[in-house]
Structures are given as structure tokens and as C-alpha cells.
């Protein structure tokens, strides 16, 4: 069987399932409850859970429960069949800003995407530096993994594919080389998140932590990546050159690229100020996250104006530029509804009360082991998530509610649990068979899964090897 042939039920469909069976363990896994306390930490209000404060509660079984649903006082109710329905809904509700949020990030990104302004910056640095392409390369790299990292660019540089590809060929190396110039560096930066709106950002929210909080450890391990995975290109790209490596791939049909097109977008005044006004609202977003308080519905905000200066640069007419807009909205409707529906598992698994009992059992198991053994358990638990939940934002409403009580419990920092997120979405996305995206980005490339993992697999190794190295020492030096 090839993995090109391998089948996963749509990501809804598999999230309703986790839905089903988290209900049916409504009926199996007793139910109880944490006492929890609320604190100020970092001016953000949090509710924690209390150590050693876990108890029982009955359960009440009725025909009415199993159906409709029937509450009794001093019992606790598993779910019923109707519930499971409720719980879709539910989720949406309780998850209704950070949906916003995801809307108006794609339909901002859009506007910003039409523009060029991305791919003209791009063109600009190959035209400048094609004479020295070991350093174009690196420019280039740190261009998409800066990009990757600080705002979540990923998605939007598949139109950049064939463009690496043809100027890896243009100087001597191959087509695999050329796709891993663009792809390495996408998840290098995603996998970082030094302030990844789309990842990080959404994780710490949920986490109750200040968004943007922790970036300067996530800093650290996003320059080493950058040297790890740019160093690893350019060692293969060198077998490449000296005739150490053969790479053969089905070209047939028209090419990916005209000759002319690396070129063809030119770096106007208007992209300039499109890309200044991107960066410094960025910055402004930042900034006031940090020291103003800002939550999703400000930073919603911020992202709209940024949004509506990108429209006034570009010169567009209304109808045009709502056209674009709205074509962002519609490419973002099923990752923001998968935040609902995600959130529907935890619907079920609160309602039921036993959230609080897989804590327990959790965390009593984990407790018993070394504090590098149970922190190196959360990456592992995230990372196995991600194969069956490729959506990092679904991924986060899924384990969030879980890690943040137990890392509560096990006596780490919330931030190590949002870093556990942030590396177990992350790196695994680059070999998973049923990341879409990473699927479509190989068909534009015209490479097969087989051929790709041969080649990023021992990198795939280096970088997991990294993060736990860097969650072990992030829970021995108190990181927060």
C-alpha cells in the first residue's frame, strides 16, 4: 500500500467520532471533580486546579438520561444522545471570538496575498543576489521561516513552489531541493512559533497565559532551526552538486514554470508600503498585546485595520477588494469551524464530569515518573495528536483543555505545556500523511510522499531530538 493511497476520514467526521466515543466514556470512566482556585499571574486571572483535591461523584442512570438527558442534583449525568448533537453547537458558541479571530486573520492575509507583496519581496531578493546563490538561498530561507514564524505565513507560499524549483535547477541542484527550499523553512518557522497567531497565540488563550508570553526561549530554538535545517539543505544540496545523489521524478506534462516568471512580479512603492504597514501593525499588535492587555476581539481589531490600510494602498475599487475579502473568509470557514467542533469534545467531556477523572488518572500516572519522562509524555501525546488532527487551531481546542489542568497538577508551568503544543503540531506536520497542505505542496512539486520522507525524515529525527531536549530543559531551568 502507498501512503499516497492512505485514506483518513474528513476531519470532521473523525472529530464527531471522538465525540461518540468520549460520550460512551461518559457511561465507562467514573466522574468527579477538581477544586479549583482563581490567581493573578502576569495580570491575567487563571483557575487552577488544586492538588490532591480530586472526589467522586455518583452517577445517575435513567432512560430519560441515555436519551434526552435528565440532571439530578448531587449526581452527575453521562451524556446523552441528544447531547451529542448539543455539544456541536455548544462548541461553536463557546469558541465564537477566537473564530472571529481566525476569519479575519484569512480574510486579511488574503488582501495581503493578492497584493504580491510577498512574492515581489522574494523576487526582489533573487534578482539582487542570483549571482550568489548559496547566500540568495539562505535570504530566501529566512525569508518564509521569519515569515512562518512571527505570523503564521504557510498556506500562502504554495505559489511559490514551482518558482524555488526552477531557480534550484537554474543553478545545478535538483527539484527536491528547490521544494525544500520553500517547504523546510514553512515548517521550521510554524514548528518555532516565536509569535505564530495561528498556533501559539490561540494555545496561550486557551492556556489563560499572556498571549505573546514566552517568546524569547521560542526565539532561541527558531535561530537554531534556522541553522539546523538551512545546514542540512545545503549538505544535500553539495551531494547534489558533486553527483553523490541521483533523484529521478516524473516530470511529464507542461513545466511547473515559465523561464521568465522568478522575475516577473517587480518590487513597486506600493508594495513597500503594503510590507511596512504589514510589519509595523504587526509590531503595534505585538506591543500591545504584551502591555495593554489586548485579548483576540483587539488583536481581531488590529488585524482589520491592517486590512483595510492594505485595501487603501492598493488602489483597488470596493466590489474588488470585498470580492478578495470575502474569498478569505470562505478558505477559512472549515479551519474556524473545526475550532467549534473541536471544542465540542470538551463539551461533552465537562457536561459529563469526567474531564477532571482522565486528570486524575492522568496526571497519578504520570507523577510517578521523572519530570523529563512526564513533560517528554505531553510532546509525544501532542505530536501523536496531530497525525488524526492536522489543524493546529482544531489540535489546540482538543488537548489545551487537558495539558493546561495537568501540567497544573505535575507542577509545570502552563508555557511548558503550550511548547509541548507548539513542537508536537509542529514538526510532525512535515511527515505526517494527512497534513492537506503538505499533500497539495507535494503536488505542485510533482514529488512523491516515498521520495519525500527519504529525504526529511533524519531531519524530521534532528529537529524532534531538539524539541525534547528543549522541553526537558525548559521544566529544569522553570520556564514561564
Known amino acids: 500500500m502507498k501512503f499516497s493511497d492512505f485514506k483518513i476520514p474528513h476531519v470532521f467526521i473523525f472529530l464527531f467520532w471522538i465525540i461518540i466515543f468520549c460520550s460512551v466514556l461518559s457511561y465507562i470512566i467514573p466522574s468527579g471533580s477538581f477544586e479549583r482556585e482563581k490567581r493573578i499571574i502576569n495580570k491575567i486571572e487563571q483557575n487552577i486546579v488544586v492538588p490532591g483535591s480530586y472526589s467522586e461523584i455518583p452517577k445517575h442512570f435513567s432512560a430519560k438520561g441515555v436519551t434526552i438527558g435528565e440532571q439530578v442534583s448531587g449526581y452527575a449525568s453521562p451524556n446523552s444522545m441528544f447531547s451529542v448533537l448539543t455539544s456541536i453547537p455548544k462548541g461553536l458558541a463557546q469558541s465564537g471570538t477566537l473564530i472571529f479571530f481566525i476569519f479575519i486573520l484569512g480574510a486579511v492575509f488574503s488582501l495581503i496575498v493578492e497584493t504580491k507583496t510577498i512574492h515581489a519581496f522574494l523576487s526582489e531578493i533573487i534578482k539582487r543576489f542570483n549571482k550568489y546563490p548559496k547566500l540568495l538561498f539562505f535570504l530566501i530561507y529566512v525569508t518564509i521561516s521569519t515569515g512562518s514564524a512571527f505570523m503564521g505565513i504557510y498556506i500562502e507560499l504554495l505559489p511559490l513552489i514551482p518558482i524555488l524549483i526552477l531557480l534550484a535547477e ?94 516577473q512580479v517587480n518590487l513597486t512603492k506600493k508594495h513597500f508600503a503594503i510590507l511596512v504597514v504589514l510589519i509595523l501593525g504587526y509590531a503595534i499588535i505585538l506591543s500591545a498585546v504584551q502591555f495593554m492587555g489586548w485579548g483576540l476581539i483587539e488583536m481581531s481589531a488590529g488585524f482589520l485595520a491592517i486590512g483595510i490600510a492594505v485595501i487603501f494602498l492598493s488602489g483597488w475599487s470596493g466590489d474588488k477588494a470585498m470580492d478578495i475579502f470575502t474569498n478569505g473568509l470562505k478558505a477559512m470557514i472549515i479551519p474556524a469551524l473545526i475550532v467549534g467542533v473541536a471544542r465540542g469534545i470538551s463539551v461533552v467531556m465537562v457536561e459529563s464530569q469526567i474531564m477532571d477523572s482522565i486528570l486524575f488518572y492522568f496526571s ?9 519522562i512526564a513533560v517528554s509524555g505531553m510532546l509525544v501525546f501532542q505530536s501523536f495528536l496531530n497525525f488524526f488532527i492536522p489543524s493546529a487551531s482544531g489540535q489546540a481546542l482538543v488537548s489545551m483543555p487537558l495539558m493546561t489542568p495537568l501540567s497544573d497538577l505535575l507542577g509545570f508551568s502552563r ?13 510532525s506536520n512535515i511527515v505526517i500523511p494527512t497534513n492537506g497542505i503538505l499533500m497539495a505542496m507535494l503536488g505542485i512539486g510533482k514529488i512523491s510522499f516515498e521520495k519525500w520522507i527519504r529525504f526529511v525524515f533524519p531531519l524530521f529525527l534532528i529537529l524532534m531530538l531538539l524539541a525534547f531536549i528543549t522541553i526537558i530543559f525548559s521544566v529544569h531551568i522553570g520556564y514561564e
Open 364 to 372: 497519578d500516572t504520570l507523577s510517578n515518573q521523572s519530570q523529563s
Open 415 to 427: 508555557q511548558i505545556a503550550v511548547l509541548a503544543y507548539v513542537f508536537g503540531d509542529g514538526f
Open 170 to 263: 537554474q543553478h545545478g541542484y535538483n527539484r527536491m531541493f528547490g521544494f525544500a527550499l520553500g517547504i523546510v523553512p514553512v515548517y521550521v518557522g510554524w514548528s518555532t512559533a516565536t509569535t505564530n497567531p495561528f498556533t501559539v497565540q490561540i494555545a496561550q488563550q486557551i492556556a489563560e497565559l499572556p498571549i505573546g508570553s514566552g517568546m524569547g526561549l521560542r526565539f532561541v530554538i527558531f535561530l537554531l532551526c534556522i541553522l539546523i535545517g538551512f545546514s542540512y539543505l545545503m549538505r544535500y544540496g553539495s551531494r547534489i552538486k558533486n553527483k553523490k545523489i541521483a533523484f529521478k521524478e516524473s516530470t511529464h506534462g507542461a513545466a511547473l514554470v515559465e523561464g521568465d516568471q522568478i522575475e
